[in-house]
């Protein structure tokens, strides 16, 4: 039997529950949370547990944050691992933090990738400028076009990135209407 063959339509809900069509190939049939994920809760839940913080925070934590992506778990990870334990004594408190860092976070990558999609314009104007200067072509010429052509390459990977999801403000307060 043929990949194509193999190949079945199935309707699909992920952990964030945007659902729509799949098309996959299975090898097997499973039903549960990757491993990955399941690991990355349960380092969380270890240094949340090592560092001493009450039971009840260590659930609102998970409630809050569990169905969402799996490196946003890690920031929050990384974060509460610089805490002290004097400010682990809220469970507002820490994700307020956090969604904080993490708008600002989105913020800054906003930005980085919007100056890199503009950095086209500047390689492009600096290759222009350049190629209308009179002969002889000096060193400075290669500067410019070779600079020119890196920002075309970084202007690509821009428009290519996104800013992914964060767990910011707006979306920290979704979360605890919900629950």
Do not use: C
Not at 52 to 71: F, H, L, S, T
Not at 151 to 173: I, M, N
């Amino acid at each position: 039997m043929t990949q194509d063959e193999k190949a079945i339509r199935i309707l699909y809900t992920n952990y964030r529950g945007e659902t729509g069509l799949r098309t996959i190939v299975p090898e097997r049939i499973y039903f549960g949370s990757t491993d990955w994920r399941d690991k990355r809760i349960r380092r969380l839940h270890e240094l949340l547990a090592e560092k001493r913080v009450d039971d009840r925070i260590q659930r609102d934590i998970e409630e809050i944050a569990g169905p969402i992506e799996p490196e946003i778990i890690e920031r929050l990870e990384r974060m509460i691992a610089r805490l002290r334990v004097d400010e682990l004594q809220s469970t507002d408190i820490v994700l307020e933090r956090f969604s904080e860092k993490e708008d600002r976070r989105r913020s800054r990558r906003q930005w980085l990738i919007n100056l890199s999609r503009a950095s086209f314009t500047v390689g492009i104007t600096g290759s222009l400028w350049v190629a209308n200067k009179p002969p002889p072509i000096q060193w400075w010429h290669y500067a410019v076009w070779t600079g020119a052509l890196l920002l075309l390459g970084l202007s690509a990977y821009a428009f290519r990135t996104e800013v992914g999801d964060h767990l910011g403000r707006r979306e920290l307060r979704t979360r605890q209407k919900k629950t």
